[in-house]
């Protein structure tokens, strides 16, 4: 029985459409994390590149997509990553609950928990609110939702309503760490920030109560819960945008405000919304429910640690750890394709960002050894060893890959200096550099598509042990290929 794909067996329509791959849907959309690698390029290349049981291996592992497309196609799968969050969401990915029982657990919850969290939110009418606007540490507007038309109804505070926040002044976080943070002002960051900088008290006493009941589920249920609180986490936090002076319909200018969400960094506007917390878990679980739905379920078996991986033959292989650690333990010539979205110098600090999901799910970070251009100057993570530390990267794959293997990297940077580890390849006769193709962002996403000087697009750039008709024939039909270099040694 052929295996299925995203593509047809036509290699001219598949060369020239994973270089403007789709948006992301059901499963893929449902939990934000940054730097998401189209399904489309990833297919492709694992198809061209390996044969069925080859081995695959994505040293930065990020969101995880990498492992359930690898799996599909029939491939061995070793991921590493030293952030946490990602460990946790590629087990969600490869171990996805069934939609009904999912659906019954967030049934229990909303049974057991959801009236102690709506209560938090009670209005002097007894009405439930929704949304409140603040302008710093002053409550503008108290927004609810009408019962017959659903709209939102907008009105003033009331003493009532100032009494209810009140309740919450002194109230500490029971299943929530406090977290690490950084100055880092390219994030809006700084060391003495807390949880409690990022959330109201009301909404952390509300988180705690969320983790209370999923905490006693467990496996792939308390997990798939775990990362719907996180998932919703943002639109829970202090980090919503109140949006003003734009009509989304009509497009003119208007005296409405409307509900931003969290998009990127760690900024507080003075003008923002604090939301329901029920309302954000609810409305995020009702959507991984229908993603489900669109699953056809089988949990994948993965390995935790590189010796079971290969003592055990095993075909899946999820690793948190030090990258430059890990790879150390790889068998030489072992590996098939390496294709991986390495740190891309200070464009995006993903552990520092992932420190919130991190937080409610009670995981420590190791900071110290990340590969990273921080801005955070308390960290030393400097252009110089970012540079030292991917060259060796670089060595180290050069040595696990076969004598026909591949090594893809999605990269691309603004400033020459941060494209200096690529020089190791060829002044050590490690691999050829064949050509690289862009591959534009599929994410849509509202902070790369209107902050000045955003990138649109990375490259896929190609390396392997030999540069001939064969090697170059699976890339150069792709639009955009080039055998020009990018990086200048």
């Not at 251009?373 to 540079?387: D, L």
């Amino acid at each position: 029985m052929s295996q299925f794909t995203l593509f047809g067996n036509d290699e001219l329509y598949n060369a020239k459409h994973i270089s403007q791959p789709a948006t992301y849907k059901g499963i893929y959309a449902f939990h934000k994390y940054w730097g998401k690698k189209p399904s489309e390029s990833l297919n492709y290349c694992i198809e061209k590149c390996t044969e069925k049981n080859d081995i695959i291996l994505d040293p930065f592992l990020g969101s995880g997509l990498a492992s359930r497309d690898a799996h599909n196609l029939k491939r061995r799968f070793l991921g590493i990553d030293i952030n946490p969050f990602s460990i946790e969401h590629t087990c969600f990915l490869l171990a996805l609950p069934k939609a009904e029982d999912y659906k019954e657990a967030v049934y229990y919850i909303k049974r057991t928990i959801s009236f102690k969290i709506l209560e938090t939110y009670k209005m002097q009418d007894g009405s439930i609110a929704s949304h409140y606007l603040w302008n710093k540490n002053i409550l503008k507007e108290v927004w609810k939702k009408s019962i017959a038309s659903r709209k939102k109804i907008q009105m003033l505070p009331t003493d009532y309503d100032l009494k209810k926040i009140a309740e919450f002044e002194n109230y500490n976080a029971r299943n929530i760490q406090k977290g690490t943070f950084f100055d880092n002002a390219r994030i809006n960051s700084s060391e003495n920030m807390t949880v409690y900088d990022l959330f109201t008290k009301r909404a952390l006493y509300n988180i705690d109560l969320l983790l209370d009941e999923i905490n006693k589920f467990s496996d792939d249920l308390k997990r798939a819960l775990l990362l719907t609180l996180t998932s919703s986490s943002g639109q829970m936090s202090n980090m919503v945008f109140a949006i003003t002076g734009r009509d989304k319909t009509r497009h003119q200018k208007t005296a409405n405000i409307e509900v931003g969400s969290w998009i990127i960094g760690l900024w507080r506007p003075n003008l923002h919304f604090e939301i329901n917390v029920w309302n954000c878990f609810e409305n995020r679980a009702n959507k991984l429910y229908k993603a489900l739905l669109e699953q056809n379920v089988k949990n994948i078996p993965y390995k935790t640690s590189v010796y079971e991986f290969f003592s055990q033959n095993a075909k899946m292989g999820i690793v948190q750890g030090d990258s430059k650690v890990v790879l150390k333990s790889i068998p030489s010539e072992s590996v098939k394709l390496i294709i991986t979205d390495p740190p891309h110098s200070d464009r995006i600090p993903y552990l520092e960002l992932s420190e919130m999901w991190n937080c409610i799910l009670n995981k420590n970070v190791n900071y110290s050894e990340e590969i990273v251009v921080s801005n955070a100057k308390s960290r030393e993570k400097t252009k110089n060893k970012y540079i030292i530390d991917m060259r060796n990267i670089l060595i180290e794959a050069s040595r696990i890959l076969t004598k026909n293997g591949y090594l893809l990297l999605y990269f691309n940077a603004k400033d020459h200096d941060s494209w200096k580890f690529f020089d190791v390849i060829e002044k050590q006769n490690k691999l050829i550099y064949l050509g690289a193709f862009p591959m534009k962002y599929s994410a849509n996403s509202v902070a790369q598509d209107n902050r000045k000087g955003a990138m649109k697009a990375d490259y896929i750039l190609v390396f392997n042990h030999s540069k001939n008709e064969e090697t170059l024939g699976i890339f150069n039909k792709i639009s955009g290929w080039t055998d020009k270099k990018l990086f200048k040694e």
